[in-house]
């Protein structure tokens, strides 16, 4: 494959106005340094900084159409990220991007445990388009910035996601079992 994916983050942070010690902000710099994929990185601390971002991605960023994924790092559990003591649902979050994702991967880091029955993850790649959604299960007190690496620079060399999801398996099956990752095409 010849084309570079490049990588939109967003994260969920307590307060944007305080400077934050991100742990994902070092974790994209060794991406575009080591693998050479390259990425933007945004915050937000409320629902309405959340669409902000989202709607300066879809509406106003000249190169929305070159990011191949959305990588979301939010709290949360029952496929629901928290902000701001809001519980946003992915239903919520589809509706936002409703037939803007085409061709992307939105993956979630494993701070929201991601566990979705088939007509929910359908009803997501339905309404916005996306090639697949895709995250981690298991709640475990490491964050997944290891993986999530390895999964953003594989998929620099293989464009269909089910060997994409092989080849991670076969570097790093014991971290990606441990992780619960899933992936929903």
Do not use: W
């Not at 742990?23 to 390259?38: C, D, F, K, Q, R």
């Not at 939010?74 to 991007?97: K, P, S, V």
């Amino acid at each position: 494959m010849n084309d570079n994916h490049y990588l939109y983050c967003l994260e969920g942070v307590a307060d944007i106005s305080v400077p934050n010690k991100s742990l994902i902000l070092p974790s994209l710099e060794n991406l575009a340094s080591h693998y050479g994929v390259t990425n933007v990185y945004k915050t937000c601390d409320s629902l309405e900084g959340l669409e902000e971002s989202l709607s300066t991605l879809l509406y106003e960023d000249r190169h929305f159409k070159d990011y191949s994924i959305l990588y979301l790092v939010f709290e949360g559990r029952g496929n629901q990220i928290t902000l701001d003591h809001y519980y946003y649902t992915l239903e919520e979050i589809a509706e936002f991007f409703e037939g803007k994702l085409t061709g992307k991967i939105v993956h979630f880091a494993n701070t929201m445990q991601l566990d979705l029955e088939e007509e929910s993850f359908q009803y997501f790649l339905d309404v916005t388009g996306a090639k697949a959604i895709s995250g981690y299960g298991n709640a475990v007190p490491v964050l997944s910035t290891v993986l999530d690496n390895l999964f953003f620079a594989l998929y620099q060399e293989y464009d269909e996601v089910t060997e994409l999801v092989e080849e991670l398996f076969r570097q790093r099956y014991a971290l990606c079992k441990s992780l619960g990752f899933r992936l929903y095409y």
